[in-house]
């Protein structure tokens, strides 16, 4: 597949950008955050953008989506990016649907696919159980119990884990703790007896959860995947997140980039447009060859997950690591470039860094995706 | 895409049956590399009859046209042919600045007569061109060039001296800016002038390197003559030339694969010296970072390549974004080599005429990817080029 978007994904994008910009420019985080709106989003907002056919981008026509994909789901994302738009769509438009389409039985698919497309239903995924990304660390005990199971165990910032309907939790049913061997996922009900959720507030403003299952019984159709296999699986889809993540992060490095090079360009300091400082010059052209690089690793990412869904760890690696390392960097130097003004609360350009920064640590920042890229080359 | 198949499978069958044996291996070395013309000496007999089959062929530029010497290709077909080159390790016949930067600028502005005359020759390796940009005065200012050529009525009298020139005293010819009118605003009184080399009126001084190679060399003009055909394009329109020119040039020297020229990545050769640890992993994890990011953005980059190159076959132009090419590809070569010596540790710091080992090459060639941006135009000027044009930033 030649790496350049068609027509269709150019007016999708373009569709996008419209809607994101009238509807959830940054000014609707900053609403978000200042009134606290539970859940961290607004519901009429992703409603709409249910309408727009965001949230159904990854569902099959059968179950009330537009099947359109991951290069589809990445442009969306990355227009999320742009206007730092707060909704569940990764967690519940590309994530969970990405799971139950992956692995759902026909009643799993036929129960919950058409909630997340309609945007009626809100999935999160509890995977990580510390304060660094490590997804094979499951100590959270699903044990057997008549013809289901009992969970019992404590997940850590589940991302949208406050608004979630269904959580879709990575439990141990075999193995040692750090075994990949031995992880199954459950579908569990945020409201299903046993389960706490605590949100934390986040530098980024959106949600995040803290997740306690205390003997929570579910039975064997909660059981997502196979039993004991499910890390396969858990991979895949997180390699769906993180590709997704890294076109948001593509998005939002952008459009900050994009901001700092009209401040460049206004701002005057002694009798001269800063823009003319070959200093300033120099860091801003160097941004721009290091953004290219993005979004040649996150399309072809995207379009890997497309073409071979299970195939796509190594370059989700990649577009991970370089987007979260590019985008942090884009954003520090976005500030630095404002000089005071970057360091007001009320100008927007410090909500860039702060999504850069949780976006990269997210399901394994740029360390933990170059780590594996090292592995895979044998080092 | 059948007929793209059938291609391949004549050029495969062709090529077995064409590229000699000895010849079918990585290029490790300067030896290896052939860039022709009359002074060339073959390393071997089956250098020369691989370079004149594949010129009878005209594969030595598969994509120039068959009328002057080259093989007609689609692009489609120039990279299958590529592929399968690289398949069964055969190296290009011969690479010069013909190929590079003097052809496709022939192509594009050079006269009918001109095409006929110039352009086959570089083809076959028969002739070997220099670059004749940089003076002592004009290097990343190069507009600044002092080089004159006086109008003589069928001819041209060169005067003035050239420096950084690559090879030039194993070259045949030079394709020369020359100013052509002292009295016009800098950039509009230049020309571009070809000049044979083989004149009373043309000297060259070869120049050592860090690495203790001459590869390039300062030139010397004293009343050196050109004819007038040998003007291409318009009279003190060579600035427009010349940046065409400098746009190709460009986006070759970034686009140099180091990790194919190396032979091993510096991830292979840190295992053998540093060690690994019981996950696998390298036992020198600062090395081991530092490798893995550089991979990140190899890859990356290398993905940027193929973008463009998509880009460009849907019609898209990719312009001064070729700046971002050069900058970003040669400051990724000199890192990977810091890193390929910094894995090597003793055994890179080897050098000597009698040391033909991989160690020995190594350092010279660390030493040689310093020029990497520099030449071509300087990683500084390419982010002038990219303030300028691509965020359209002011002028100081
Ligand atoms: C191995 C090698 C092969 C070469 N081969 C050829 C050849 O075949 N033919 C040929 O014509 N030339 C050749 N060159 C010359 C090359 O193009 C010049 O060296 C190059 O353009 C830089 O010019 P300079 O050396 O005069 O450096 P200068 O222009 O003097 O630069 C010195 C420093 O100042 C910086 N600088 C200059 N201007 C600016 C600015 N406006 N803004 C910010 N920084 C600036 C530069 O980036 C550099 O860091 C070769 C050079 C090398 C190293």
Redesign the pocket.
């Known amino acids: 597949m030649a790496l350049v978007l068609n027509e269709d994904q150019e007016m999708l994008r373009d569709a996008a950008r419209g809607f994101l910009r009238r509807r959830s420019p940054v000014s609707e985080l900053r609403r978000v955050r200042d009134e606290q709106v539970e859940g961290g989003f607004s519901r009429d907002i992703w409603r709409e953008m249910a309408e727009q056919g965001f949230a159904g981008v990854l569902v099959s026509e059968e179950y009330g989506g537009s099947g359109f994909g991951h290069v589809a789901a990445g442009l969306i994302a990355n227009e999320m990016g742009r206007t730092l738009a707060p909704s569940p769509f990764l967690s519940s438009a590309v994530l969970g649907a990405a799971a139950l389409g992956r692995a759902g039985t026909d009643g799993q698919k036929g129960e919950y696919l058409p909630g997340i497309a309609g945007g009626e239903l809100i999935t999160a995924m509890a995977v990580d159980e510390g304060d660094k990304h490590k997804p094979e660390h499951v100590t959270l005990k699903a044990e057997k119990s008549g013809n289901g199971f009992k969970l019992t165990g404590a997940k850590t910032f589940v991302a949208d884990g406050g608004a979630a309907d269904l959580l879709i939790v990575s439990a141990r049913t075999a193995g040692a703790d750090e075994d990949q061997q031995g992880v199954t996922l459950f579908l569990v009900p945020a409201d299903a007896t046993g389960v706490t959720i605590n949100t934390t507030p986040t530098v980024d403003n959106r949600n995040y959860a803290d997740i306690t299952l205390d003997g929570v019984e579910v039975d064997g159709d909660a059981v997502l995947g196979e039993v004991d296999n499910g890390f396969v699986l858990l991979e895949s889809v997180l390699n769906a997140g993180r590709s997704v993540l890294a076109a948001e992060m593509e998005g939002l490095a952008k459009e900050s980039f994009d901001m700092t090079v009209d401040y460049l360009k206004t701002r005057k300091q002694f009798g001269k447009i800063i823009g003319t400082f070959?200093g300033l010059q120099?860091r801003a052209a160097h941004l721009w060859t290091e953004l290219e690089l993005v979004e040649s690793a996150v399309l072809k990412a995207l379009q890997t997950l497309d073409e071979n869904f299970d195939g796509a760890g190594a370059i989700a690696a990649l577009a991970k690591a370089k987007a979260g390392s590019v985008a942090r960097l884009a954003t520090q130097e976005a500030i630095q470039m404002h000089g005071g003004i970057g360091m007001t609360d009320e100008h927007d350009i410090g909500f860039y860094m702060k999504r850069a920064r949780a976006a990269d640590e997210l399901f394994g920042d740029a360390d933990f995706h170059a780590g594996r890229i090292a592995m895979l080359r044998g080092y | 895409m059948p007929d793209l198949e059938k291609f391949r499978e004549e050029a495969r069958e062709w090529l077995e049956a064409n590229c000699p044996e000895s010849i079918r291996k990585p290029v490790s070395g300067e030896d290896d590399i052939v860039w022709g013309g009359r002074n060339w000496v073959f390393k071997s007999d089956d250098q020369k009859i691989w370079l004149d089959r594949m010129a009878e062929r005209g594969w030595t530029v598969p994509e120039w046209p068959k009328e002057y010497g080259g093989g007609g290709l689609s692009k489609e077909e120039a990279k299958v042919l590529k592929q399968e080159m690289a398949r069964i390790k055969a190296p290009p016949p011969v690479n010069s600045?013909g190929i590079w930067m003097l052809g496709p600028a022939l192509l594009k502005f050079g006269s009918e007569e001109q095409k006929r005359e110039h352009l086959p020759p570089i083809c076959r390796g028969e002739i070997r061109w220099?670059?004749?940009?940089?003076?002592?005065g004009?290097?990343?200012?190069?507009a600044a060039l002092q080089t004159r050529a006086d109008d003589k009525g069928d001819h041209y009298i060169v005067n003035g001296q050239?420096?950084?020139?690559?090879?030039?005293d194993e070259c045949d010819k030079i394709f020369c800016?020359v100013r052509t009118d002292p009295s016009a605003p800098k950039h509009e009184g230049i020309s571009f002038l070809l000049i044979d080399m083989d004149q009373p009126g043309v000297t060259t001084k070869p120049i050592r390197?860090i690495s203790g190679k001459s590869?390039?060399c300062e030139t010397f003009f004293d009343d050196a003559t050109a004819p007038k055909e040998n003007l291409v394009g318009e009279l003190n329109k060579g600035w427009t030339i010349a940046k065409y020119l400098l746009t190709h040039e460009r986006a070759m020297i970034g686009g140099m694969d180091s990790s194919q020229v190396l032979g091993r990545s510096p991830g292979e050769i840190a295992a053998d010296t540093v060690g690994r640890n019981s996950e696998g992993e390298l036992a020198d994890s600062f090395l081991r970072s530092d490798i893995a990011r550089s991979d990140v953005d190899g890859w990356a980059f290398m993905l940027t390549m193929e973008r463009y190159r998509d880009k460009s076959k849907a019609g898209e132009g990719v312009g001064a974004a070729s700046s971002g090419l050069k900058y970003y590809g040669t400051e990724l070569n000199k890192r990977r080599y810091e890193l390929s010596m910094s894995a090597s540790g003793f055994n890179a710091l080897k050098i000597g005429d009698g040391i033909d080992s991989e160690e020995g090459e190594m350092a010279r060639r660390w030493l040689?990817t310093?020029?990497n941006s520099?030449?071509?135009?300087?990683?500084?000027?390419q982010?002038?080029i990219i303030s300028k044009r691509i965020l359209e930033l002011p002028d100081a």
């Open positions: 070959q120099h | 600045f220099a670059q004749g940009y940089s003076e002592p004009a290097g990343s200012d190069l050239k420096v950084w020139t690559s090879y030039a800016l390197l590869p390039f040689r310093k020029a520099i030449e071509g135009g300087t990683s500084e000027v982010l002038n």
